[in-house]
């Protein structure tokens, strides 16, 4: 099966499978496989594993908040405050409940995380690796962009049922042209970190 983001080749390979996420870091998702592009590192997989990868960062992204201490977030009327917007403003924004500022739940409210809101006062964009710390941070992210696949006989067989998603590696956006993108970017980069195994 040819890719249809470049025409390589797609190999299968057995999971799990270990993303290392530019915001949160390495975290793996159960995935026992899933085909590979070897020439753009495209990954090919069915719809029902994507959005697990989904719940597996966002396990993860809870996990790296609640062990931040309490005094780098602050509430939701001061975050409108810092932004210059309403309350009921920021809780509309599209983009920051999808989560372009950080935020996590907490006595029964929502708290932004500072600087995630003055980086998004900045530039648009409040993400930033929270395993790393804010000096390490680069105008350039790597991502991978998910995007359905066309259907048709172009999908048949493959995983025993039609894969729906593909998951395209990334770094040619920067921060500022990320905002500007109509589709909202998930932050996702797939990376060989080990060994990876041909079915």
Avoid at 37 to 46: D, Q
Avoid at 123 to 130: E, K, N, V
Wanted: proline fraction near 5%; glycine fraction near 10%.
């Amino acid at each position: 099966m040819r890719c249809h983001n470049c025409g390589g080749s797609y190999k299968r390979f057995k999971g799990p499978l270990r993303i290392q996420d530019p915001y949160i870091g390495s975290f793996e998702v159960g995935i026992p496989e899933y085909l590979k592009c070897e020439n753009c590192g495209e990954y090919l997989l069915p719809g029902r594993w994507a959005e697990e990868v989904d719940r597996a960062r966002a396990r993860k992204l809870e996990e790296l908040l609640a062990a931040r201490p309490l005094r780098e977030f602050i509430t939701a009327s001061e975050a409108a405050r810092l932004l210059g917007i309403s309350r009921q403003a920021l809780h509309k924004n599209r983009r920051i409940r999808k989560g372009v500022i950080f935020h996590t739940r907490f006595g029964g409210g929502i708290v932004y995380l500072k600087k995630s809101v003055e980086l998004f006062k900045e530039t648009g964009d409040g993400r930033y690796p929270l395993w790393k710390s804010l000096g390490q941070v680069s105008d350039r992210a790597e991502y991978t962009e998910a995007r359905e696949l066309p259907s048709g006989e172009f999908l048949q067989g493959m995983f025993g049922s039609k894969p729906t998603v593909a998951f395209v590696p990334t770094n040619k956006y920067s921060r500022s042209e990320t905002v500007r993108r109509e589709k909202e970017v998930f932050a996702h980069e797939c990376k060989k970190t080990r060994e990876e195994v041909y079915v």
